[in-house]
């Protein structure tokens, strides 16, 4: 297995610039300000490699989590118990499992969506994803979306 992931919240001031265009372009897309990735890296000046290499590892956070629905995805073995691990972590946590969908396996892996909703008594949702990545079985957690 590879290097779990690992999350951190620091100040704007500590995060690279390159890092902050890319959320800035992300935040164009979605707001439909640009229509291609081409015009929101050239609004902000970053290249388009600059923008696919960092696109999945930063988003902004916002410190009411409360209410925000997070899509989670990833790969696990298919092994009897592992899905029921998976939803027994984020009961812990107190977050709310919104929907669950498994592909079928292939070749012994199932790839796994979860709409998670965080709650006011939902704990560190890092700690979290992170346990979830350490659980035997799973592979490669990613979140897919941020609501």
């Known amino acids: 297995m590879g290097e779990t992931a690992k999350y951190f919240v620091v100040k704007q001031r500590a995060i690279p610039?390159?890092?902050?265009?890319v959320v800035e372009a992300k935040r164009l897309l979605e707001s439909e300000k640009v229509l291609t990735?081409?015009?929101?890296?050239d609004?902000?000046?970053?290249?388009?490699?600059?923008?696919?290499?960092?696109?999945?590892?930063?988003?902004q956070f916002h410190d009411n989590s409360q209410g925000t629905t997070f899509t989670l995805t990833f790969q696990m073995d298919d092994e009897p118990g592992l899905l029921s691990d998976?939803?027994?972590?984020?009961?812990?946590?107190?977050?709310?499992?919104?929907?669950?969908?498994q592909s079928i396996p292939i070749n012994g892996i199932a790839s796994l969506s979860l709409s998670v909703q965080m709650l006011q008594t939902t704990g560190d949702v890092s700690k979290m994803i992170e346990q979830v990545e350490e659980q035997k079985g799973v592979h490669h957690v990613k979140i897919l979306a941020k609501e």
Not at 17 to 21: R, S
């Open 17 to 21: 610039e390159v890092l902050l265009k």
């Open 37 to 41: 990735i081409q015009e929101a890296v």
């Open 43 to 59: 609004a902000v000046g970053i290249s388009r490699s600059s923008f696919y290499k960092y696109k999945d590892d930063i988003f």
């Open 86 to 101: 998976v939803l027994k972590i984020i009961a812990e946590y107190h977050a709310n499992i919104l929907t669950i969908h």
